[in-house]
């Protein structure tokens, strides 16, 4: 590979990054172009002063012995002109770091909004293989990016262009040779320190930035499970493997600052050489009198400004490749295909009875050759109750999931109703359908407001209401804040069986046409399982139902049974039907359940 192709592929996330930000700047267009317009007048003061610095010089210089009032006036036009030139750039650097505020904060919101409409959006698969702590590293540590890019593009870039440009145009028309010393060495140094932390720095900081992420996530997967951490008194083994993430981090990070350093040490060379080259120039211009001491002051004065811009140009390239590095994982985030995602001109579906069909439906997980389902045909019924069974990766969650469109079929359709899902809006499809999970999750909010997650705007009597269908009012009006209580990070400070209480009310409230139940019961004590039943069977009155079983002996009262085995459904009927069958699976499942005892 060329070392241009090298280059060019490692300025790729600079032209993505910048993009995405000149994309966001194109919305707020009125402000970016007045604090430009200051910035512009800001420097431009920092550029012509050196000019009445020489003129204050020649004004008291010995030439002017004989003539004192005419220096002291040329002095005193010379002092006016500096100050009115410093309070222009008093002015104007107040009022374009007032733009830049402005313009700063409501890109960073609108990213923030962007970023966290996406990831809400993506699809299952995507948040199944992503840490959620690497999802939250991403987005704040790219959101406070922006700050340091616009700062970096507005307020430091674009007023160095137009010292170094204004003052060697200024010099090189006094004099030629300075203006091209000035202009060579200028180009040379913006082309090392592009150069150095483009293809130099810039690897190193992307990988520093990658187990950075990693490390966000390897700390919230072990604090997010600290409780089966401590149930196997595993901590120092979690302290160890933190370490080795944290190790990589370090030694990433630490190369990294090297080659930062580096890069600094060798922009701090090619400034002395610069500077030797104009002084020694300048010196050679008075000597030959082609240069009067203000005009020594002047080139020194001058000069001094340009390197100051050029040293901090070093400064601003650097911060240009952090905040483009920082940046890439959001950016990634906002490239990155939704995965499941409304066709043009979805609208919403409006499901009243609740007959689920498929048809011919054919899928498979990305990264399968096999598919799960090759030309799956059942048909449940408006008002239907029935259970799925089969073992594990039978396909029994992967029916519901796609009745929920949480996936996409790859061949075939599903209908409610007679309407195909994937031609609605899956807002509204999924509000129609209630979901009680095997383990539900609930937000670190009050019970009151997770209960009334599916229907926020139910009143407080609606929520008590729901409550009390689900027994659960019971408990949360022993608690000191009742239905205020917060419940912990995903209701951690609730039992599971308050937990699956507190879903079930949730699922009565939404009150929706089709339910989803992940048996609840199975890991309860005999209580809880009493009352979640109880509840259970209430909840799924007048609604088509389907039950996820993993106890059979709960879901032997269901009119209609159906049994899974690797994406075939290989079994359809009731209890006492399927227990008749000699060799049936359903029968051998039932047998191991119960111990032997078998019930025609």
């Keep these: 590979m060329s070392l241009f192709t090298q280059f060019h592929e490692r300025a790729r996330p600079f032209r993505a990054v910048l993009g995405f930000t000149f994309g966001h700047w194109a919305r707020h267009r009125p402000l970016v172009a007045a604090i430009i317009a200051g910035v512009l007048v800001m420097t431009m003061a920092d550029v012509l002063l050196p000019i009445y610095a020489g003129r204050l010089i020649d004004a008291v210089a010995p030439g002017f012995a004989g003539n004192r009032d005419i220096a002291l006036d040329e002095a005193v036009w010379a002092l006016a002109a500096m100050i009115g030139l410093g309070l222009l750039m008093m002015v104007m650097r107040h009022l374009a770091f007032v733009g830049i505020c402005h313009l700063t904060v409501n890109v960073m919101t609108r990213v923030a909004h962007q970023a966290f409409w996406r990831v809400q959006r993506f699809a299952s698969e995507w948040h199944a293989n992503t840490f959620s702590g690497s999802i939250v590293r991403k987005v704040t540590r790219g959101m406070w990016a922006i700050d340091l890019l616009n700062d970096t593009l507005l307020i430091a870039f674009l007023p160095s262009l137009i010292v170094l440009l204004g003052s060697t145009a200024l010099l090189g028309w006094r004099w030629p040779l300075m203006g091209l010393v000035i202009f060579v060495g200028t180009v040379a140094f913006v082309a090392l320190a592009a150069t150095m932390s483009i293809g130099y720095v810039g690897p190193a900081a992307r990988l520093s930035n990658l187990w950075d992420t990693r490390m966000g996530g390897a700390l919230a997967d072990a604090i997010s499970c600290n409780a089966v951490v401590k149930a196997f ?138 598919p799960l389902y090759d030309g799956l045909n059942v048909t449940i019924g408006a ?163 389907i039950v996820i079983a993993h106890r059979l002996s709960t879901v032997r009262q269901l009119k209609r049974l159906i049994i899974f085995d690797k994406g075939r459904i290989i079994e359809d009927g009731d209890h006492g039907a399927l227990i008749t069958r000699e060799a049936g699976t359903y029968r051998r499942l039932f047998q191991r359940q119960v111990g032997g005892l078998v019930e025609a």
């Design 233 to 370: 008194g595993a901590e120092t083994r979690e302290d160890a493997r933190l370490a080795r993430v944290v190790d990589k981090w370090r030694k990433r990070s630490y190369r990294t600052w090297v080659r930062g350093t580096t890069n600094g040490s060798a922009q701090i060379s090619a400034l002395l050489l610069l500077r030797t080259a104009v002084i020694g120039l300048v010196l050679w211009l008075w000597w030959h009198g082609e240069a009067t001491p203000g005009d020594v002051a002047y080139v020194l004065t001058a000069y001094f400004i340009i390197q100051g811009y050029l040293r901090d140009i070093g400064w601003h390239i650097r911060d240009l490749q952090k905040s483009v590095n920082d940046m890439e994982e959001l950016v990634a985030i906002h490239d990155e295909g939704l995965g499941i995602e409304d066709k043009p001109g979805a609208q919403p579906i409006a499901i009243r009875q609740g007959r689920i069909e498929f048809q011919d439906v054919r899928f498979h997980y990305r990264g399968h050759q096999t």
């Design 383 to 545: 008002g239907e109750k029935v259970g799925l069974v089969g073992l594990s990766g039978s396909g029994k969650t992967t029916f519901v999931k796609l009745i929920q469109r949480l996936h996409d079929v790859n061949g075939g359709r599903i209908l409610i109703d007679g309407q195909d899902v994937s031609s609605c809006t899956q807002a509204s499809l999924r509000a129609q359908i209630a979901i009680v999970p095997q383990e539900p999750i609930l937000f670190h909010r009050s019970l009151a407001e997770n209960i009334a997650y599916g229907r926020p705007q139910a009143s407080m009597a609606e929520i008590e209401q729901a409550a009390r269908l689900a027994n659960a009012h019971d408990f949360i009006a022993h608690l000191p804040k009742g239905y205020g209580t917060l419940v912990g990070e995903r209701g951690i400070k609730l039992s599971g069986g308050e937990r699956q209480r507190v879903a079930l009310a949730r699922a009565f409230l939404a009150d929706a046409p089709i339910l989803i139940l992940d048996e609840a019961t199975s890991s309860l004590d005999s209580e809880s399982e009493a009352l979640i039943q109880e509840a259970t069977e209430r909840l799924m009155q007048g609604r088509t139902t």
